[in-house]
């Protein structure tokens, strides 16, 4: 799912092509993605693009008169910029918003479609959206803590929650917390004082870091490249491979749909974290510490 550093480079992007331009005309490929019926889209065709804005993981298309059209692209949705003169695909979008100078697709290919646009009028109809979350690029530590221990949580749920947090989801919090060197299951309100401020400071670091990194990748093109796994990731999506840090291989706790990744030197004091599948066949044989994993595996 596009998070914080994702978001932020699509709105730039978008702000240099299509801020201050009238939509000509809104399609919807597939009638599921529009999750509103009033006002109607048609109420949009010829207004005016003021702004985007970002709330949470949505991208909210603040157009003139105070009409906004919110964009939750889910794990799959991404945009896509056609550039006037170039062909549109003829499948995987859902949408397309036309302006002058070329067309903006929303397309999402997976079996399950769960992208969706919303649009409302007026701003107190736009805070419906909004789940409350901090935003931790502009958070003091003291209001990080305050959100941190509003409720006793493993840090990876906390900082995942986005009435706690903004536009953390599971890529990022796993470099945020190896970047802190803290373990994905500490208790939020077990924490010390050192620990949260090292953990605020993890968070702007790693988003800081990894919106120049998407902004230089990208260049003057609209991002392309949108996605959870990159290899220049310290932990995220890389299971077995080396920790860049202290070189121990990195380990995963598997769950639902999704995975967790950590360094075992790095942020649990060599101990391995239990895999809820695997421990539970395992029961008393799942090795608690690195030395018992390597020993295992020799």
Same mark, same amino acid.
């Given at each position: 799912?596009?998070?914080?550093?994702?978001?932020?480079?699509?709105?730039?992007?978008?702000?240099?092509?299509?801020?201050?331009?009238?939509? @000509?005309?809104? $399609?919807?490929?597939?009638?599921?993605?529009?999750? %509103? /019926?009033?006002?109607?889209? +048609? =109420? !949009?065709?010829?207004?005016?693009?003021?702004?985007?804005?970002?709330?949470?993981?949505?991208?909210?298309?603040?157009?003139?008169?105070?009409?906004?059209?919110?964009?939750?692209?889910?794990?799959?949705?991404?945009?896509?910029?056609?550039?006037?003169?170039?062909?549109?695909?003829?499948?995987?979008?859902?949408?397309?918003?036309?302006?002058?100078?070329?067309?903006?697709?929303?397309?999402?290919?997976?079996?399950?479609?769960?992208?969706?646009?919303?649009?409302?009028?007026?701003?107190?109809?736009?805070? @419906?959206?909004? $789940?409350?979350?901090?935003?931790?690029?502009?958070? %003091? /530590?003291?209001?990080?803590? +305050? =959100? !941190?221990?509003?409720?006793?949580?493993?840090?990876?749920?906390?900082?995942?929650?986005?009435?706690?947090?903004?536009?953390?989801?599971?890529?990022?919090?796993?470099?945020?917390?190896?970047?802190?060197?803290?373990?994905?299951?500490?208790?939020?309100?077990?924490?010390?004082?050192?620990?949260?401020?090292?953990?605020?400071?993890?968070?702007?670091?790693?988003?800081?870091?990894?919106?120049?990194?998407?902004?230089?990748?990208?260049?003057?093109?609209?991002?392309?490249?949108?996605?959870?796994?990159?290899? @220049?990731?310290?932990?995220?999506?890389?299971?077995?491979?080396?920790?860049? /840090?202290?070189?121990?291989?990195?380990?995963?706790?598997?769950?639902?749909?999704?995975?967790?990744?950590?360094?075992?030197?790095?942020?649990?004091?060599?101990?391995?974290?239990?895999?809820?599948?695997?421990?539970?066949?395992?029961?008393?044989?799942?090795?608690?510490?690195?030395?018992?994993?390597?020993?295992?595996?020799?």
């Amino acid at each position: 799912m596009p998070e914080y550093p994702d978001i932020m480079v699509y709105i730039e992007s978008l702000q240099r092509l299509v801020r201050g331009q009238a939509v @000509a005309c809104i $399609r919807i490929a597939h009638p599921f993605v529009l999750r %509103t /019926v009033e006002p109607s889209l +048609a =109420a !949009l065709h010829g207004r005016v693009l003021r702004d985007l804005e970002r709330m949470g993981k949505r991208i909210v298309f603040a157009f003139d008169e105070d009409y906004f059209l919110v964009l939750h692209l889910m794990i799959s949705g991404r945009l896509q910029w056609i550039a006037q003169g170039r062909k549109i695909p003829g499948k995987g979008w859902l949408a397309a918003f036309d302006f002058q100078n070329g067309t903006l697709l929303l397309t999402e290919f997976s079996s399950q479609k769960r992208a969706s646009l919303h649009l409302v009028h007026g701003r107190e109809a736009l805070q @419906a959206f909004d $789940r409350g979350g901090l935003d931790v690029m502009t958070a %003091t /530590v003291a209001e990080f803590q +305050a =959100a !941190l221990q509003k409720e006793n949580h493993t840090l990876k749920r906390a900082l995942t929650d986005p009435h706690l947090f903004s536009g953390i989801g599971n890529a990022y919090s796993d470099e945020i917390l190896h970047r802190a060197q803290l373990s994905p299951f500490l208790l939020t309100r077990n924490l010390s004082n050192q620990q949260i401020a090292r953990l605020a400071e993890a968070s702007k670091a790693v988003f800081t870091e990894w919106v120049e990194r998407l902004r230089a990748e990208a260049g003057e093109a609209f991002p392309s490249r949108v996605t959870a796994f990159h290899e @220049a990731m310290a932990v995220h999506g890389r299971f077995g491979k080396p920790c860049p /840090v202290c070189g121990t291989a990195v380990q995963r706790v598997r769950y639902a749909n999704s995975e967790m990744n950590y360094c075992l030197r790095c942020q649990t004091e060599n101990r391995l974290l239990a895999d809820r599948a695997l421990s539970r066949l395992l029961k008393d044989d799942w090795p608690r510490t690195l030395e018992e994993l390597e020993e295992r595996k020799r």
